[in-house]
T-cell receptor, first 112, second 116 residues
Framework: AQSVTQLDSHVSVSEGTPVLLRCNYSSSYSPSLFWYVQHPNKGLQLLLK??????LVKGINGFEAEFKKSETSFHLTKPSAHMSDAAEYFCVVSEWDDKIIFGKGTRLHILP | DTEVTQTPKHLVMGMTNKKSLKCEQHMGHRAMYWYKQKAKKPPELMFV???????INESVPSRFSPECPNSSLLNLHLHALQPEDSALYLCASSPQGDRFSNQPQHFGDGTRLSIL
């Protein structure tokens, strides 16, 4: 059975410093992995996806994530945080012919 | 701008009312989804339509009734809702049917529903 764990419910960083949002997954087969962002009163927007191609995935707005099979991780990073990055971030895992599973979310706070 | 359009953005209704939520996409996607999202929680899947047929119902109470009139449109009919049904209702779509779950979903901005 598949599952996903976001290791931090809240992360605070100063503007201009690096961002790290952690995600670990459990999957029986080759999973597809996604990161979505949700700003207040908005729907979810896809940041990036991993579907068994390159292990380092680049997304929108300067975000990227690295798939590490040995560590069953798919952490999201950004070199320099911007105030507009303040939002809720969801890590999502899915397997072929199965439903998608959302992590519980990480709230990113950006300090001026 | 989102490519999945949901109306209305806000809805307040009493427990005896009947109302409908509407979702529209013109990306040619063949799978459409309804989610319920409570505050500070991830979305919870309610229904999936694949090629205009209901393929997944996550044991949702019958006071929620989905409908897919065509490949671009998805409705959620509401009747006799309870206060605990107050939430953000999100619609999403993806290019192929639900079994192709390696494809990302495109979300609308949701309808904020309040039950009095």
């Amino acid at each position: 059975a598949q599952s996903v764990t976001q290791l931090d419910s809240h992360v605070s960083v100063s503007e201009g410093t690096p961002v790290l949002l952690r995600c670990n997954y459990s999957s029986s087969y080759s999973p597809s992995l996604f990161w979505y962002v949700q700003h207040p009163n908005k729907g979810l927007q896809l940041l990036l996806k991993y579907t068994s191609a390159a292990t380092l995935v680049k997304g929108i707005n300067g975000f990227e994530a690295e798939f590490k099979k040995s560590e069953t991780s798919f952490h999201l990073t950004k070199p320099s945080a911007h105030m507009s990055d303040a939002a809720e971030y969801f890590c999502v895992v899915s397997e072929w012919d199965d439903k998608i599973i959302f992590g519980k979310g990480t709230r990113l706070h950006i300090l001026p | 701008d989102t490519e999945v359009t949901q109306t209305p953005k806000h809805l307040v209704m009493g427990m005896t009312n009947k109302k409908s939520l509407k979702c529209e996409q013109h990306m040619g996607h063949r799978a459409m989804y309804w989610y319920k999202q409570k505050a500070k929680k991830p979305p919870e899947l309610m229904f999936v339509y694949s090629y205009e047929k209901l393929s997944i119902n996550e044991s949702v109470p019958s006071r929620f009734s989905p409908e897919c009139p065509n490949s671009s449109l998805l409705n959620l009919h509401l009747h006799a809702l309870q206060p605990e049904d107050s939430a953000l209702y999100l619609c999403a779509s993806s290019p192929q049917g639900d079994r192709f779950s390696n494809q990302p979903q495109h979300f609308g901005d949701g309808t904020r529903l309040s039950i009095l």
